[in-house]
């Protein structure tokens, strides 16, 4: 069966960088989108970016532009998103979604959960 | 950016009324729309794609409808396991509606 696993919970200071992972299995990595939302703390859901884990090639939300960087290792079936220059406001669930082959997330990560705190 | 509005933000129900949930688009979308329930502590699940195509496994009472910028979520006869925040997602950019929350 399909799962999403991703790394656990952190605890980053204001400008810090954090790197989240995401380990999927249960099916072929490189044919499916990998895309990435966050949820605030009581908050809605919030489009980060994805990547085509086949090519690598990316696509960023106007609000991440510049901040975020989604990287994949096919070897180990895993992707990774980094954010950097973090705020207190950037105190959120991560969640990794899968892609197709028809519209809309199917699978989800977990969520890991990342603080922001001087 | 394509903005998704959700209305309303939070409803009052009861077991086994119908509930209908509104989300309209800024711009049209065709029929690129997913809506996902949501529990406290959980991941999103995906319950409708395309509009108006149920995902494999969820109850025939939810439904969906629309197309363009309009579009419809209905529960048919709310369930206790129904109570949770619903989403809706456009797929041109993959913007997300602000949810709307089904309480009791």
């Known amino acids: 069966q399909v799962q999403l696993v991703q790394s656990g919970t952190e605890v980053k200071k204001p400008g810090a960088s954090v790197k989240v992972s995401c380990k999927a299995s249960?099916?072929?990595?490189?044919?499916?989108?990998l895309h990435w939302v966050r949820q605030a703390p009581g908050q809605g859901l919030e489009w980060m970016g994805h990547?085509?884990?086949?090519?690598?090639?990316?696509k960023y939300a106007q609000t991440f532009q510049g901040r975020v960087t989604l990287t994949r290792d096919t070897s180990i079936s895993t992707a990774y998103m980094e954010l950097n220059s973090l705020k207190s406001d950037d105190t959120a669930v991560y969640f990794c979604?899968?892609?197709?082959?028809?519209?809309?997330?199917?699978?989800w990560g977990q969520g890991a959960l990342v603080t922001v705190s001087s | 950016d394509i903005q998704m509005t959700q209305s309303p933000s939070t409803l009052s129900a009861s077991v086994g009324d119908r509930v209908t949930i509104t989300c309209r688009a800024s711009?049209?979308?065709?029929?690129?729309l997913a809506w996902y329930q949501q529990k406290p502590g959980k991941a999103p699940k995906l319950l409708i794609y395309?509009?108006?195509n149920l995902e494999s496994g969820v109850p025939s009472r939810f439904s969906g409808s629309g197309s363009g910028t309009e579009f419809t979520l209905t529960i048919r006869s709310l369930q206790p396991d129904d109570f949770a925040t619903y989403y809706c997602?456009?797929?041109?950019?993959?913007?997300f509606g602000g949810g709307t929350k089904v309480e009791i």
């Open positions: 979604a899968r892609g197709g082959p028809l519209p809309g997330f199917g699978y």
């Open positions: 997602q456009q797929y041109n950019s993959y913007s």
């Open positions: 990547i085509n884990p086949n090519s690598g090639d990316t």
């Open positions: 395309k509009a108006s």
């Open positions: 711009q049209s979308i065709r029929t690129w």
């Open positions: 249960g099916y072929t990595f490189t044919v499916y989108y």
